[in-house]
């Protein structure tokens, strides 16, 4: 099964860009997904299919998957991009869903 | 508009049961997977269960196989997580969400909250 691995925590400053990475051998084969959380709300999908951006999230997030890694990209970061950030994936093969371990995004 | 509200939430003594509903409403509920997700206290976001759009194909983390169904009524719009045998770890707030596989979870609720707890 699919182990999703991100770093605990990502810092900068605000007008600046922040990649956050899932890593898993050859995730560059799946569809992974990002969601957002809020302290106290639930999550919020911001890219899907490696870099689809729902209705209503800003252009300033984007993603890519390649390889062993996808990334997550907040370009021009605001004191409200300040959150927890999750990959997920889909496994066809099984049937399951795995998330990463989450990685908070803190803004100086 | 699209939305699904949790319920059935609470306190729970360990080795008990309890119930969640989801209640879903503004889309096509029968053509979607649903899925279950929990988040214990200060930890992240844990899957819990799937079932497909007409309930044929149902799955489970290995941490709730055994003690966890999911099922759904699409005529009424309702998912369903029985949980059995609770354990102080299954202590979280549970989120159901409409789950579209390759294209994300892209409706979510606002949670419910289950402690087991003697």
């Known amino acids: 099964s699919y182990v999703l691995t991100q770093p605990p925590s990502v810092s900068v400053a605000p007008g600046q860009t922040a990649r956050i990475t899932c890593g898993e051998n050859?995730?560059?084969?799946?569809?992974v997904h990002w969601y957002q959380q809020r302290p106290g709300q639930a999550p919020v999908l911001v890219i899907y299919?490696?870099?689809g951006r729902p209705s209503g999230i800003p252009e300033r997030f984007s993603g890519s998957n390649s390889g062993n890694t996808a990334t997550l990209t907040i370009s021009r970061v605001e004191a409200g991009d300040e959150a927890d950030y999750y990959c997920?994936?889909?496994?066809?093969?099984?049937?399951?869903?795995?998330f990463g371990g989450g990685t908070q995004l803190t803004v100086l | 508009e699209v939305q699904v509200l949790e319920s059935g939430g609470g306190l729970v003594q360990p080795g008990g049961s309890l119930r969640l509903s989801c209640a879903a409403s503004?889309?096509?509920?029968?053509?979607?997977?649903m899925s279950w997700v929990r988040q214990a206290p200060g930890k992240g976001l844990e899957w819990v269960s799937a079932i497909s759009g007409s309930a044929f194909s149902t799955y489970y983390a290995d941490s709730v196989k055994g003690r966890f169904s999911i099922s759904r009524d699409n005529s009424k719009k309702t998912l369903w997580l029985q949980m059995n045998s609770l354990r102080a770890e299954d202590t979280a707030v549970y989120y159901c969400?409409?789950?579209?596989?390759?294209?994300?979870?892209?409706?979510w609720g606002q949670g419910t909250t289950v402690t087991v707890s003697s």
């Open positions: 050859n995730i560059g084969s799946k569809s």
């Open positions: 997920q994936v889909w496994d066809s093969d099984s049937g399951h869903r795995v």
């Open positions: 503004g889309f096509t509920f029968d053509a979607w997977d």
């Open positions: 969400a409409k789950d579209q596989k390759v294209h994300g979870m892209d409706v």
């Open positions: 299919f490696d870099s």
